[in-house]
C-alpha cells in the first residue's frame, strides 16, 4: 500500500482505490479493513499548525542566502555587484510570497486528503453492522483502543476513533471488557471545557471560535455521548469480570479524590 507515498498524486489515487474497493466488496475484504484502518490512522493528513514557524525558518534561509558569498561578484571598483534595480528587500518580498503560495497550496491539498479520508471512514462506519462481532472486537480492542488517545492522533481522528467504539458497544454490548485507561481518558476529556478554558471562561469566549476550539467542543461532546453509551449499553450488560474492572477503577478514582481533598 502507498499511502504513505511521497507522491500527493500517488496517495490520492490509493484513497480512491480503497474508497472504489470499500463500495464493491465491503465486508468480504474482513481483516483487510482492520490494516486499511490501521494504514488510515497512521497517515491521517494534520493541519500545518507550524506554517509560522516555516515561513520564519524560510526568510532566515532567504536572508543567510542573500547576505552570503553566493551574491558577491569577483573583480573590483565598477565591476562588483551593485543592487541598484531592486533591492534586497525585494528579493525578501519575492520569496514570501512564494513561501505563502506554498502554504496555500499545501492546505488546499491537506483538506482534499482529509475530506477522501473522513469519507473512507463514514464508508466503515456504516460497515461495522455487517462485519463479524470476531471483526469487531479486533477493531476495538487493536484499534480503537490503541489509537483513540495517543497524543499523536489529531482531534478529528479521535472523534472517529470514539464513532467507532460507540457503534461497537452498541453492537457487541457485554462482550465489550473497557479498561481503566479508557474510564479515565473518556471521564477526564468529557469535564474539559474546549480548549481547557474554565467554565466561566468558555462562557465568554467568542462567537467564531477557531478551528481548534471547535474540534476540542467536538471532542468533548462525543466523550459525553461515549460515556452515556457506557452507562446505557455496557455497565449494565457487564459481565463479572467487567464489573471488577469497574469496581476497580471506582475505587481507584475515589481514592485519588480522597487524597486530593486531604491535600
Not at 125 to 139: A, G, R, T
Request: a neutral charge; hydrophobic letters at 40%; aromatic letters at 8%.
Amino acid at each position: 500500500m502507498n499511502i504513505d507515498n511521497n507522491i500527493e498524486a500517488v496517495r490520492l489515487a490509493v484513497l480512491k482505490t480503497i474508497e472504489y474497493l470499500l463500495d464493491i466488496l465491503g465486508c468480504s475484504m474482513d481483516k483487510s479493513l482492520v490494516h486499511i484502518l490501521v494504514a488510515l490512522i497512521q497517515t491521517y493528513p494534520v493541519n500545518n499548525i507550524s506554517a509560522d514557524k516555516d515561513n520564519a525558518s524560510a526568510h532566515k534561509r532567504v536572508n543567510s542566502f542573500f547576505k552570503s558569498e553566493h551574491l558577491e561578484a569577483k573583480g573590483e571598483g565598477e565591476n562588483r555587484f551593485k543592487p541598484s534595480f531592486f533591492s534586497f528587500a525585494d528579493l525578501n518580498r519575492a520569496e514570501d510570497c512564494q513561501v505563502k503560495e506554498v502554504a496555500v497550496l499545501h492546505q488546499s491539498y491537506v483538506q482534499s486528503s482529509k475530506n477522501y479520508y473522513n469519507h473512507i471512514f463514514e464508508s466503515l462506519l456504516l460497515l461495522l453492522h455487517s462485519m463479524s462481532p470476531d471483526l469487531l472486537l479486533i477493531i476495538y480492542y487493536e484499534v480503537a483502543s490503541k489509537y483513540m488517545f495517543h497524543d499523536l492522533v489529531a482531534n478529528e481522528l479521535k472523534v472517529y476513533l470514539m464513532k467507532f467504539t460507540d457503534k461497537i458497544i452498541h453492537i457487541c454490548k457485554g462482550s465489550i471488557l473497557l479498561n481503566q485507561e479508557l474510564l479515565t481518558n473518556v471521564l477526564r476529556l468529557m469535564l474539559i471545557t474546549p480548549a481547557g478554558q474554565s467554565a466561566v471562561n468558555s462562557k465568554q469566549k467568542s462567537k467564531s471560535p477557531d478551528l481548534s476550539s471547535r474540534q476540542d467542543e467536538m471532542l468533548t461532546k462525543m466523550c459525553q455521548a461515549l460515556w452515556q453509551t457506557f452507562k446505557t449499553e455496557l455497565f449494565v450488560n457487564n459481565s463479572l469480570k467487567g464489573n471488577r474492572i469497574l469496581i476497580q477503577w471506582i475505587s481507584h478514582q475515589l481514592s485519588q479524590l480522597a487524597e486530593g481533598t486531604g491535600q
